[in-house]
């Protein structure tokens, strides 16, 4: 046993880095608004796939379903005991927690007595190590019945035992599902955890400032046009408008590189065979070479995202675009409350000559393989209605709305084709956010392959970065380093 708690502590350690570039922040409580809601402007630029018919425009994400929601039958007949259903989750699980228990009321003839509560943690790390010490001291009915994880550690955990395996039920949805879902979620040839969401990167920008200085959003559809669109907000607002971000520390790693050029240029930090190639990978080139050249030419603000400072920048209309994950809309609601109407959404640029879109960022919960597991289908019957049932869905969603807590788009195709999933949004001055996130799934590009070595390797190719952005090195020293101390500290990854 003490072997294994050894080898479990050791690999805790090789992936704990990784967390910081996967897991999904927590959601801040919203900020008071510091000026009125400004009226909505005109809408964006069209789509570039004809979006379905808007609902009416009565019809607002906030409105109120006009019937209660019908019960879906429940994916099985079982009758459960009555209890506490736990899990471990982090951000705003409360919220999520409204549609398990809703799920209990609606199926009050096979759950009666149960209720459902997912603790709150501070992130992915602390979920799996607590589910890490609680296999390692042979104490595994101290596991919650499900829990919240990302790809890292979901390889991790599915090594030490700790997820049940869910191929065999979760594939047979595959053809239902948006496609792409399950790319992310496959290890060792075998699916450890259920998809929640799946989201894409997106563009966001502030179309008073396009309209301020005569600018069609349009250009921004490649990283091309995004370049000079940046030169010209900086010249015509004499240096006082950037064009976007960046964060001195780890996360311009995370959201410029890992979730979003990395991807979208094809670059590689391994090969096929597990060999440290980024140092000589031209993807790695073209992606970290035009993080550069935006710095170079000063079109980045450098403040922390997610922090009280951007925020206040962007008030001001300092920042006039954010190239990042769906999921910031939440934190744009909740902290820039007064500038509804203003801002706008539209796909990732592209570079031009490789054309694909934003990579999306999968969200998963996991059932525990805990011994005598009361409610591991219970847990999957919920997993389909909250993925299928369109009225639940529905309801649940506009209810998110109205408090203002976390939601994502469904991940099941007969639901987006819903007129729902496409009504505008005062926010965004009548553009439907939520219709854009489904078009941003369209030409997605290929997440980069993840192991049990990125975590470790995420932290070194952070640091690189971060020594550019304070202007010590050059990117082309910094890639070098990256391959560099990338084989000298981890050598190789798994194959693939």
């Known amino acids: 046993m003490s072997h294994r708690f050894l080898s479990y502590v050791f690999l805790m350690?090789?992936?704990?880095?990784?967390?910081?570039?996967?897991?999904?922040?927590?959601?801040?409580?919203?900020?008071?608004?510091?000026?009125?809601?400004?009226?909505?402007?005109?809408?964006?630029?069209?789509?570039?796939?004809?979006?379905?018919?808007?609902?009416?425009?009565?019809?607002?994400?906030?409105?109120?379903?006009?019937?209660?929601?019908?019960?879906?039958?429940p994916a099985t007949k079982a009758k459960f005991p009555p209890g506490k259903m736990t899990g471990w989750g982090y951000g705003q699980p409360a919220f999520y927690d409204q549609f398990l228990n809703g799920f209990i009321q609606r199926n009050p003839d096979i759950a009666a007595g149960v209720t459902v509560e997912t603790l709150p943690t501070?992130?992915?790390?602390?979920?799996?190590?607590?589910?890490?010490?609680?296999?390692?001291?042979?104490?595994?009915?101290?596991?919650?019945?499900?829990?919240?994880?990302?790809?890292?550690?979901?390889?991790?955990?599915?090594?030490?035992?700790?997820?049940?395996?869910?191929?065999?039920?979760?594939?047979?949805?595959?053809?239902?599902?948006v496609p792409g879902t399950l790319d992310q979620m496959y290890y060792n040839g075998k699916l450890w955890c259920l998809p929640r969401s799946l989201r894409p990167q997106i563009l966001f920008y502030n179309k008073d400032i396009f309209d301020k200085y005569n600018i069609d959003p349009a250009e921004m559809a490649t990283f091309e046009g995004y370049l000079a669109v940046g030169k010209k907000l900086r010249d015509a607002s004499k240096g006082e408008v950037f064009l976007s971000y960046v964060d001195p520390s780890d996360r311009t790693w995370r959201y410029w590189g890992r979730r979003g050029l990395m991807p979208q240029a094809n670059a590689r930090i391994w090969d096929d065979q597990g060999n440290v190639v980024i140092d000589q990978d031209p993807g790695t080139k073209v992606a970290l070479g035009y993080l550069e050249t935006l710095l170079k030419e000063k079109l980045l603000y450098n403040s922390?995202?997610?922090?009280?400072?951007?925020?206040?920048?962007?008030?001001?209309?300092?920042?006039?675009?954010?190239?990042?994950?769906?999921?910031?809309?939440?934190?744009?609601?909740?902290?820039?409350s007064d500038m509804a109407g203003k801002w706008r959404v539209m796909k990732a640029p592209v570079f031009k000559d490789i054309g694909v879109g934003g990579a999306p960022v999968i969200e998963i919960q996991c059932i525990t393989n805990k011994p005598n597991a009361p409610y591991a289908?219970?847990?999957?019957?919920?997993?389909?209605?909250?993925?299928?049932?369109?009225?639940?869905?529905?309801?649940?969603?506009?209810?998110?709305?109205?408090?203002?807590?976390?939601?994502?788009n469904p991940i099941a195709q007969e639901l987006l084709v819903q007129p729902f999933w496409k009504q505008?949004?005062?926010?965004?001055?009548?553009?439907?956010?939520?219709?854009?996130?489904?078009?941003?799934?369209?030409?997605?590009?290929?997440?980069?392959?993840?192991?049990?070595?990125?975590?470790e390797a995420d932290t070194i190719i952070t640091a690189e970065v971060e020594k550019v952005v304070a202007g010590n090195q050059t990117m082309d020293q910094a890639i070098a380093n990256m391959g560099k101390n990338l084989r000298d500290k981890i050598g190789k990854a798994p194959a693939k």
């Open 13 to 73: 350690v090789l992936v704990g880095a990784l967390l910081v570039g996967c897991a999904v922040p927590a959601t801040p409580a919203p900020a008071a608004p510091t000026a009125p809601a400004v009226a909505p402007a005109a809408q964006a630029p069209a789509p570039t796939v004809a979006p379905a018919a808007a609902a009416s425009p009565a019809a607002t994400a906030a409105a109120q379903p006009t019937e209660a929601p019908k019960a879906a039958a």
């Open 122 to 177: 501070k992130g992915e790390e602390e979920v799996r190590t607590k589910a890490m010490l609680a296999m390692t001291s042979g104490t595994p009915n101290d596991l919650p019945d499900y829990l919240s994880t990302a790809p890292v550690s979901m390889q991790a955990m599915a090594d030490a035992g700790i997820l049940l395996d869910v191929t065999q039920y979760l594939e047979s949805f595959k053809d239902r599902l």
């Open 304 to 336: 922390a995202i997610l922090q009280p400072a951007l925020y206040e920048a962007t008030r001001q209309g300092k920042v006039a675009t954010y190239y990042i994950g769906a999921f910031y809309d939440e934190f744009t609601r909740a902290n820039l």
């Open 377 to 408: 289908d219970l847990y999957k019957a919920m997993w389909e209605d909250y993925n299928f049932n369109a009225p639940a869905r529905e309801a649940w969603t506009t209810d998110m709305v109205n408090q203002k807590g976390a939601y994502g």
């Open 424 to 455: 505008p949004e005062p926010y965004y001055g009548g553009q439907s956010f939520r219709e854009w996130e489904g078009i941003g799934l369209q030409n997605p590009s290929v997440n980069m392959r993840v192991t049990q070595k990125d975590a």
